[in-house]
Each structure stands twice: as structure tokens, then as C-alpha cells.
């Protein structure tokens, strides 16, 4: 039920993108909305809280908080180059 929400959201999210931005969350938190890294990086689409201070960290560890860093940041989907070269090369962004 969790992963079908959050599944949900990212395609409400990114409409158009979908398909990438499952693929993004999936490789970088498993679409575990609590994720944590030890690289500071917070939540569903792994953020880093020293590129991005503006979002505090208890809004990157909510599914809605995420999803709108992650919309702002990848310019609702169109660019991933954000996020590590190895989740764009995994997801082809």
C-alpha cells in the first residue's frame, strides 16, 4: 500500500516524466521516503541538504516535502543532472 502512494504521488508529480522519476527514486532510496545517507543526502529522491539548504531537513523526509525539492530541482523532470552520474546512467537521464 505505501509503495502504490508513493508511486501515486511521483506520477502526479511528474507528469510526462514518470518513468524517470520512479527510476531516480528507486535507485537512490528504494523509494524508502525515510532514507537517510551517510552523504547527507535526505528522503524518496535522495537530496543533499549542503547543495539544497533552503529545504529543511524534516520537509525532505515527508513524501510531499521530497516530491516538490525533487520537481524544483530536476525542472519538473527535465533535467536530472542533480542527482549522482550513477543514477542517470541506471535511469538514462
Same mark, same amino acid.
Not at 8 to 33: K, M, W, Y
Not at 44 to 63: K, V
Not at 65 to 73: C, D, K, M, P, S
Given at each position: 500500500?505505501?509503495?502504490? !502512494?508513493?508511486?501515486? =504521488?511521483?506520477?502526479? =508529480?511528474?507528469?510526462?516524466?514518470?518513468?524517470?522519476?520512479?527510476?531516480?527514486?528507486?535507485?537512490?532510496?528504494?523509494? !524508502?521516503?525515510?532514507?537517510?545517507?551517510? !552523504?547527507? /543526502?535526505?528522503?524518496?529522491?535522495?537530496?543533499?541538504?549542503? =547543495?539544497?539548504?533552503?529545504? =529543511?531537513?524534516?520537509? +525532505? +523526509?515527508?513524501?510531499?516535502?521530497?516530491?516538490?525539492?525533487?520537481?524544483?530541482?530536476?525542472?519538473?523532470?527535465? /533535467?536530472?543532472?542533480?542527482?549522482?552520474?550513477? !543514477?542517470?546512467?541506471?535511469?538514462?537521464?
Amino acid at each position: 500500500m505505501i509503495v502504490h !502512494t508513493v508511486v501515486l =504521488a511521483i506520477a502526479i =508529480a511528474f507528469p510526462g516524466h514518470t518513468d524517470q522519476a520512479l527510476c531516480v527514486a528507486r535507485a537512490e532510496s528504494n523509494l !524508502t521516503t525515510t532514507a537517510i545517507s551517510d !552523504t547527507g /543526502d535526505y528522503g524518496l529522491f535522495q537530496i543533499n541538504h549542503r =547543495a539544497h539548504p533552503q529545504y =529543511a531537513l524534516n520537509y +525532505l +523526509l515527508t513524501l510531499q516535502g521530497n516530491l516538490r525539492a525533487a520537481v524544483r530541482i530536476s525542472r519538473h523532470g527535465r /533535467d536530472w543532472s542533480a542527482w549522482a552520474p550513477r !543514477t542517470r546512467r541506471i535511469c538514462g537521464v
